[in-house]
């Protein structure tokens, strides 16, 4: 992806989360420049990645397959420092945007629309090998416990939510003419490194950049280190 496109999709996410008084923490405020003065009392959100996060899948198509999101919180399965066992963040999908079907082996997750438009989430069982199952889907939703068919893909109005069990194959897409979305994730500690995997074996995580201008806000993957 261009810088360019990331500074547009990160200022476009910043001002619907404003225009629904969603109050950030500060280090999603700071400047490139700012996060060259932090020093290691700030490690935590390094090894964690919190903060502003792109993804375009590896696909270099973001505008109809990739989403922004940021990460509030969150803990580290891989450092002892960090032994916080759940994360939060906030994603958003722009109507034609495609999140790739994948599951998560150790997460649980609950995936709430926090509003504007309708979101559609496809599920699927996976078997032990990876691949889809045939078998039902059961839905945990708000209360509400359902069975749906392999592939239903389940509508999210606004307020609405969708626990994602370990193992679910699910994908995110937005409703034709409902508009765009901002998603709340409410889950287990979040490894996008490790505990991901995707249906498409070819697609990634995280973009590769093309440097065309100056950073609106480094991502999650680009804090440099404490004195350096």
């Not at 792109?54 to 198509?61: A, K, V």
């Not at 960090?82 to 945007?97: F, I, S, V």
């Not at 691949?131 to 109005?157: C, E, I």
């Amino acid at each position: 992806m261009k810088r360019s496109e990331i500074n547009k999709a990160l200022k476009d996410m910043h001002q619907m989360i404003r225009e629904y008084r969603i109050s950030l923490p500060p280090f999603c405020d700071w400047l490139p420049e700012e996060w060259e003065e932090k020093g290691e009392e700030y490690d935590e959100i390094r090894d964690t990645m919190l903060g502003w996060d792109i993804t375009d899948f590896g696909l270099g198509d973001f505008e109809t397959t990739g989403f922004s999101l940021i990460t509030l919180r969150n803990g580290n399965l891989q450092k002892e420092a960090y032994e916080k066992p759940y994360a939060e963040k906030l994603l958003m999908l722009k109507e034609g945007q495609y999140a790739q079907m994948h599951y998560h082996a150790y997460k649980m997750e609950d995936i709430i629309n926090r509003g504007g438009g309708n979101i559609l989430i496809r599920v699927f069982n996976s078997n032990a090998d990876g691949s889809f199952a045939d078998t039902d889907v059961t839905v945990y939703s708000d209360g509400r416990v359902y069975t749906v068919s392999a592939g239903t893909q389940v509508r999210l109005t606004p307020g609405e939510s969708i626990t994602i069990t370990r193992g679910l194959y699910h994908d995110f897409s937005v409703e034709e003419g409902t508009g765009t979305v901002l998603l709340g994730e409410v889950s287990m500690c979040n490894d996008d490194c490790t505990d991901n995997y995707f249906s498409n074996k070819k697609v990634g995580r995280f973009p590769e950049i093309e440097e065309d201008e100056a950073p609106y806000r480094l991502l999650c993957n680009e804090y440099p280190r404490a004195g350096k």
